[in-house]
């Protein structure tokens, strides 16, 4: 059993394996965050480190700016990103939206989706909507470093670095030296303003060797960006708006979108173009310090961009108050070293699923870094970059989210999708962007597993705050996921049941839609999130639903052969045929992101474990597939496998020294697979509904000490 103990603190925390008496102290938070500072010597392009505020992130190279962007390109990019800056080019072409849409017949009857048609004129039309809108990359603030003889200087004049990430105060303190001279830098992020400051000591700096230039690209509207696109620039505008005694005010805009970057320096300089779409910042002859912030803003504000000294404490405050809520993990004494190496990503991905999604759009696979997929958040992905803060005692985090689906905007496009095809409620979009629309793809129109997610969130909410307040919060956008989950499923007469399919595409994307039916793990997660719906009515004094009824009384069972589940029950060859053996192995997250509902039995899914575990093309894999893992191995007793599963030695399973989830090299971070393993983690601890066993997914051999998380359904 777990224990539950009152401290002199707004926690309530909740511990692992230590006895009574052991448990009495809490974790030593500070010690335990700080243990897993990022601490770099190199100038590796996979090493960038970010501060941030959850809805902006700025990313820095050794220098502790984004001095040297090209270098960084291939690597993990110097992004300057927000929620809210996006831009869309002129629609000149007078493309509609229709022209992506096609019919499908199914079940008898044709659906329109809207995918990448190929047919000339359409084709261009696809690609148009599926790159517009996308995020833009608001500005690089760098150095512009000069050597002796007057040449600027280059990555590999930069010498004797040591550069430092400080997770507990949200700082990174950057070393380094040009030509024998030091230059010390700390950067830090603003937590309410979507502003980064910096401090920068050097004698560099009185010489005229070493300046701050903020310079603006022109976004790419490919499938990334990564904030090194400087062609066309007689296509945007830049210029000074204002400028008084240590301020000013710049503004950039493309086409329509006009935003502004407020500048704000404590020391004696001037501000003054350089280079197109360039301004540089030149110190004082006698300054051997410089501190400088730059706010970005879609309007212009009166106030000045909060200066250094207020931004650093700000981010001080905020990061400790951050860590000391919510959760905890300590693995400290623990002689596997694997727990060690378990440990850090788990404190790093904390820092980078707040910094990084943690705002009221929700987040891209990539952050707040660099586009990919043109920068559209996923919302199939929502689940793995949001539900782990409800279970490590976050949930406001999760909820300031979730405010997305309560727009007006973004359900009309919702509705919208489901009354085109037939169906009834809100279809949740898979590709879209933060105003809610549709983009063409003939993979997300397809997929269905992100229209329960938001059940599963709001029940997480409720979990946290189980009172009328919250089911009246939630109770609306609830019911009308239900209805449309109701609606979608088949009836197949001369079976009596009810059918997913087709036209789907399961999780594991591999399958061809029309004629893909009744895929394992959304069967489990549309029976579970339809008795989830009939508990929200339950709750608040309602009878249940008769049309969600219907369908949970005759859905469609498990599809099973030779004692293992299937991928589906259209794939009959889901281990015979080499690609299904590839992607995501989402069969296993039917119990495992999903809790036992009756419809799986734990002997069939320990055989369909054994038999993934064995003979899967891991290879061919994505980094929140080994939390998945590592949740069904939790769930059928078998805590060394889950731990095996979360250090599994693959390539899209590398944690890099900032914690980032690589997966290869047009995708070097995925925080998908940081929020996965949150999740996974608080259920190998805290445990589900109805464990009865400590530290589930823990070995026995560990020694593993946690507080204020919370047990998965």
């Known amino acids: 059993m777990q224990y539950f103990t009152k401290v002199l603190s707004p926690l309530l925390l909740t511990f692992g394996s230590f006895s009574l008496a052991a448990q009495s102290t809490p974790i030593d938070r500070k010690a335990l965050v700080e243990r897993h500072k990022v601490v770099l010597t190199s100038t590796d392009t996979l090493s960038s480190l970010s501060v941030g505020n959850g809805a902006f992130a700025f990313t820095v190279d050794v220098t502790g700016l984004q001095t040297f962007p090209a270098y960084y390109e291939k690597g993990v990019p110097l992004g300057t990103e927000s929620e809210w800056g996006w831009h869309s080019f002129p629609n000149t072409k007078g493309y509609k939206f229709d022209q992506s849409l096609r019919d499908y017949p ?86 309410q303003q979507d502003a980064v400051a910096v401090r920068i000591e050097s004698a560099l700096l009185k010489t005229g060797r070493l ?59 001037t501000l003054a173009a350089g280079r197109a779409h360039e301004f540089v910042l030149t110190p004082g002859k006698t300054e051997q310090v410089l501190e400088v912030s730059c706010r970005f803003s879609p309007r212009p504000r009166s106030a000045a961009a909060p200066a250094f000294a207020a931004t650093r404490q700000n981010s001080q405050q905020q990061w400790q108050a951050f860590w000391k809520s919510g959760g905890a993990v300590d693995f400290g004494g623990t002689t596997d070293p694997r727990a060690t190496e378990l440990e850090r990503r788990i404190v790093l991905s904390q820092y980078l699923t707040k910094l990084q999604g943690a705002g009221s759009v929700p987040p891209q696979e990539t952050g707040l870094v660099f586009n990919s997929w043109y920068g559209r958040p996923h919302m199939e992905m929502i689940w793995w970059h949001s539900a782990h803060f409800a279970l490590w005692g976050r949930s406001a985090l999760l909820e300031k989210t979730l405010t997305w689906y309560a727009r007006p905007d973004v359900q009309a496009v919702a509705r919208g999708i489901a009354q085109r095809q037939g169906y009834e409620g809100l279809r949740w979009q898979k ?119 219907a369908v949970l009384q005759k859905l469609a069972k ?133 464990c009865k066993e400590a530290n589930p997914g823990i070995p026995k051999s560990w020694k593993v000490k946690w507080e204020g998380l919370n047990k998965m359904p």
């Open 106 to 191: 199914l079940n008898g009857r044709k659906v329109s989706y809207s995918v990448q048609v190929k047919t000339p004129g359409d084709q261009e039309a696809v690609e148009y909507f599926r790159a517009n809108p996308h995020r833009l990359q608001l500005g690089n603030l760098g150095f512009v470093i000069l050597k002796k003889n007057g040449q600027a200087a280059g990555i590999k004049d930069i010498r004797n670095i040591q550069q430092e990430l400080n997770p507990w105060t949200g700082e990174i303190k950057s070393h380094f030296t040009v030509e024998n001279v030091p230059v010390e830098v700390v950067t830090v992020g603003h937590q």
């Open 431 to 549: 590709m879209t962007d933060p105003w809610g629309q549709e983009g063409p793809s003939s993979v997300g129109a397809f997929l269905i597993w992100q229209e329960p997610h938001f059940i599963y969130m709001a029940e997480e909410c409720y979990r946290a705050h189980p009172d009328a307040a919250t089911l009246k919060l939630y109770q609306d956008r609830v019911s009308a996921t239900a209805d449309f989950m109701a609606s979608f499923p088949f009836f197949e007469q001369g079976k009596d049941r009810y059918i997913l399919g087709k036209g789907v595409i399961p999780a594991q994307e591999r399958f061809k839609p029309e004629e893909t039916f009744n895929p394992t793990f959304e069967l489990v997660y549309w029976n579970w999130a339809l008795n989830t719906a009939q508990q929200w009515r339950v709750r608040q004094g309602l009878a249940r639903n008769a049309k969600w009824e």
């Open 211 to 269: 300046k701050v230039a903020l310079r603006f690209p022109f976004p790419t509207a490919a499938w990334a960006d990564m904030g090194t696109n400087y062609a066309h620039s007689d296509q945007h505008k830049s210029a000074i708006a204002a400028q008084q005694k240590g301020t000013a005010l710049v503004l950039h805009q493309l086409d329509t979108t006009k935003y502004y970057a407020a500048l704000n320096w404590q020391q004696t300089a």
């Open 558 to 690: 498990l599809p099973q052969a030779d004692g293992v589940y299937l991928a589906a029950e259209s794939a009959p060859d889901s281990y015979t045929n080499p690609e299904f053996k590839t992607d995501h192995p989402s069969v296993l997250a039917a119990l495992g992101m999903m809790p036992a509902t009756g419809q799986q039995d734990a002997a069939t899914m320990r055989r369909t474990f054994d038999l993934i575990w064995k003979d899967w093309s891991w290879d061919k894999t994505w980094g929140w597939d080994f939390p998945m893992t590592a949740m069904t191995a939790t769930r059928l007793g078998l805590p060394d496998k889950a731990v095996d599963a979360l250090l599994m030695k693959v390539r899209t399973n590398t944690y890099l020294p900032s914690g980032h989830n690589y997966q290869e090299g047009r995708l070097p971070i995925y925080l998908p697979g940081n929020g996965g393993l949150l999740t996974a983690v608080a259920l190998m601890c805290a445990g589900y509904d109805g």
